[in-house]
Structure formats: C-alpha cells, structure tokens
C-alpha cells in the first residue's frame, strides 16, 4: 500500500509546475534534535514560556540559560539528515522551488538548499536589544550568562521567533505568496497547530493546490483532509523513497 501512495505522490511532484515544501521538527528529529510536541517533546521538559519575549526581558538570565541548552547545545552537534538532502537533490533537479521552514536549526541550508524561508529565524544571528548591531554566533560570546554586544554591552537576542513576537516582515510575505501560487505543497513533520505558520498548507489548498504530507502519525491536516496524500513514516524513510522514485533511481 504505501509503495502505491509514494508512487501517487512522485507521479504529482513530478508534474506539478511549482513545489513548495513545508517543514517542521519532525524533519530534524532524526538529526537528534527533538521536536516540541510528543512523548519526547521539548515542552514536556521545559515550560514554553523560557521563548515568551515579555519573560525573556524580565528573567533574561533565566530564559538564557535554556535557550542555550535547547538551541546552541543540541543544535550545536546536529547535522543535516538524508531527508533534508533529498530536498535539496530535489531543489536542484528543478523540482521543489522553495521551503519553507519553521525550524531555526538551518540543516536545509546546510544541506544545500538555496530557497529557503525561515519562517521562525534562525540561530546562526542574534541582535543587540540596545543598539541593534547584528552579530554571527561565533562572533559573540554564548557561554556567559546573559550573552552582551561587544559595541556597547546590550543584551544579546537570538533571530528566531520568541512567543508573542511577529514572524519576520520579508519571510512572511513570501512564503504567503508562496502558498498561494504553489500547485503542489508537501509538508514534513508538523502537527499543523502553531499559528500563523500553519495556515500556509490551507492557503494553498484554497488555492487548489495538491497537498502531500509525511509524519509518522496524523496530524491536523491529515485529521481535518487538508492532505491529500498522506506518507505514514519517517522523513528520512519517505523522503529518500520519494526522491528515488521522482528520480528514477533505483532505491
Ligand atoms: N519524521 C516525520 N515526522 C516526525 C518525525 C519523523 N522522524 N518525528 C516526529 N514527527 C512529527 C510529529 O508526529 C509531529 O507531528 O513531527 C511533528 C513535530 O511537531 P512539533 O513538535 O509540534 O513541531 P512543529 O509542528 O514544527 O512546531 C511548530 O511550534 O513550538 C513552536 O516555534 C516552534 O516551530 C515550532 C512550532
């Protein structure tokens, strides 16, 4: 059965005339970085209020202190998975033109895909809170406390996308404008439950795109039919079959 709904899946990417793809944790739990929800979810060992923006002005030492284990530790030591290079290969064989990610690991880029959105940041950059100068992680220094600009010794926040904080201006309007004119959007590994970013698969379906999704159990779109094709198993299991049979090579 799911040799057959691969085989359905290849046969729609392979025609379609724009693939979007749409990424969650899920694509990057098999580079040993753990998703949010779950069992093994991250928000069953800290409280998601360490990513609140209010909370991380007002205990800046406290919500440090996880942000540095959560996502300068265990991304530290993550490396891109045969799912994010298939993506890539796809990338640049002129069948996947973009993703969109809501990830801050940077494994797609890593793997070599070029178009790709940061729906939620990234942790490669973090800003000045006082002068806005704008610095690489390896420029400043992360094992203090409270990491400080090295101009005028304002408190450091990473470039992702804090609780209660906007999605960034550029990113938001073009993976907006992304969903809308994609025929095909494949989403990888997201339950579909944080807003605004799981609003992308249903701005595409209303525009009569084909939505194909992977994830290792039903999520929201699976549950609610906005998936068309559902792939049941690991990003890395489906996406490797997926591109061999889009590419014609022999698994
Ligand atoms: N392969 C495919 N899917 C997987 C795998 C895997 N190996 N492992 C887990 N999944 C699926 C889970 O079934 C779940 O649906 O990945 C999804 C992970 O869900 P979440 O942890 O909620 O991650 P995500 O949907 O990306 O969260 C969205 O929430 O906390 C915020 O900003 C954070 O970007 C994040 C946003």
Redesign the pocket.
């Known amino acids: 059965m799911m040799q057959a709904e691969i085989l359905k899946a290849a046969a729609v990417l392979k025609q379609a005339k724009h693939v979007v793809v749409m990424?969650?944790?899920?694509?990057s739990?098999?580079s040993g970085i753990p998703?949010?929800?779950?069992e093994e979810?991250?928000?069953k060992r800290y409280d998601?209020i360490v990513?609140d923006l209010e909370y991380f002005f007002e205990n800046p030492q406290a919500s440090w202190a996880a942000i540095k284990t959560l996502f300068y530790d265990f991304f530290g030591e993550a490396r891109a998975n045969p799912?994010h290079f298939a993506l890539s290969e796809l990338e640049h064989a002129g069948i996947v033109k973009s993703i969109i990610t809501?990830?801050?690991d940077n494994l797609h880029t890593e793997a070599g895909s070029k178009q790709v959105y940061e729906?939620?940041g990234n942790t490669r950059t973090l800003t000045c809170t006082s002068c806005h100068s704008v610095y690489s992680r390896e420029q400043v220094d992360l094992t203090a406390p409270i990491p400080r600009c090295p101009k005028d010794h304002g408190m450091l926040k990473p470039n992702?996308?804090f609780?209660g904080e906007g999605i960034p201006e550029r990113e938001a309007t073009l993976s907006h404008q992304e969903a809308c004119r994609c025929d095909v959007m494949l989403i990888?590994?997201?339950?579909?439950?944080?807003r605004p970013?799981?609003n992308l698969p249903r701005i595409a379906k209303q525009n009569r795109a084909k939505i194909i999704e992977?994830?290792?159990?039903k999520?929201l779109y699976t549950l609610e039919h906005v998936s068309d094709i559902f792939l049941q198993?690991?990003?890395?299991t489906?996406m490797q079959a997926l591109k061999h049979a889009i590419l014609d090579k022999p698994v």
Do not use: D
Request: glycine letters at 16%; a negative charge; one cysteine or more.
């Open positions: 990424t969650g944790a899920g694509i739990v098999e998703s949010f929800r779950g979810g991250i928000w998601p990513l799912a809501q990830n801050i729906y939620h992702f996308v609780f990888i590994g997201t339950t579909g439950e944080v970013a799981c992977i994830n290792i159990e999520s198993g690991k990003a890395t489906m």
